[in-house]
């Protein structure tokens, strides 16, 4: 039980101590500076190194739970995100802390972009308010540019190309849009799709969903294969 690093190459477990008991809702790498951060379900930010070694815990804001979190691609700086978009620096102080929306809509997942002028960010919506479910694309210093209310279901994971010049997302279908947020291509699912991510060249994409279906697809969200795990 509990967050760990698995190691392919070397066989090799590494169990984050003392998140065994509380486990993690959000990991994510800065692979350059070879640090993890994991948001939990008690509203705390773990930092460790890559040898799985406590470095620091972020103390909680007015927070229940963090949904998801991610690292600026270039500075030692994490978004948090809840119903609100937190941004904390590897010290624990509170750089920003801002709305997405009037509503009060949970988001699910953020994506910097690798170059680090801009991040995107997919929320739930909230249908019995008829509050659309909204993916926005912000810039570094926090301003919304685009927002785009075409998801009939909630935004659960989306996912950079390894070249970061397509994005996929993860809802009622799975959407490959333009670095700028232009909608490419579109593969509708029978049920809701959750995870997303592409293969190392970018010619095919996987999907998990919630009735327990791995999907495949190629490059223009055509379905190639589905296996029920």
């Not at 998140?19 to 640090?35: F, P, T, Y």
């Not at 500075?75 to 609100?84: G, H, N, P, S």
């Not at 949970?106 to 739930?124: A, E, K, R, T």
Request: glycine share 6%; hydrophobic share 35%.
């Amino acid at each position: 039980q509990g967050s760990r690093l698995i190691d392919l190459e070397k066989n090799q477990t590494i169990l984050f101590k003392g998140l065994d008991n509380i486990g993690g809702r959000s990991i994510a790498w800065h692979k350059k500076k070879k640090l993890i951060a994991i948001a939990d379900y008690e509203g705390l930010i773990s930092i460790w190194n890559y040898k799985g070694n406590l470095i620091r815990t972020i103390p909680k804001d007015n927070t229940k739970s963090y949904v998801a979190v991610d690292w600026h691609p270039q500075k030692k700086e994490i978004i948090a995100l809840d119903d609100y978009i937190r941004v904390y620096n590897t010290k624990g102080q509170l750089l920003k802390k801002l709305n997405h929306r009037k509503e009060k809509v949970l988001m699910l997942c953020i994506q910097w972009h690798p170059s680090g002028d801009f991040f995107v960010i997919g929320d739930y919506g909230d249908y019995q308010y008829q509050y659309p479910a909204l993916l926005q694309f912000w810039t570094s210093d926090y301003n919304k540019i685009k927002e785009i209310k075409l998801s009939k279901a909630e935004y659960r994971n989306i996912s950079w190309n390894k070249d970061a010049t397509k994005l996929a997302t993860a809802s009622e279908a799975l959407r490959i849009w333009s670095a700028n947020g232009e909608l490419l291509h579109e593969g509708k699912s029978k049920d809701l799709l959750w995870g997303v991510d592409w293969n190392p060249n970018g010619q095919y994409i996987i999907t998990s969903s919630i009735e327990g279906y791995i999907k495949i697809w190629n490059k223009n969200a055509k379905l190639v294969k589905e296996l029920d795990y």
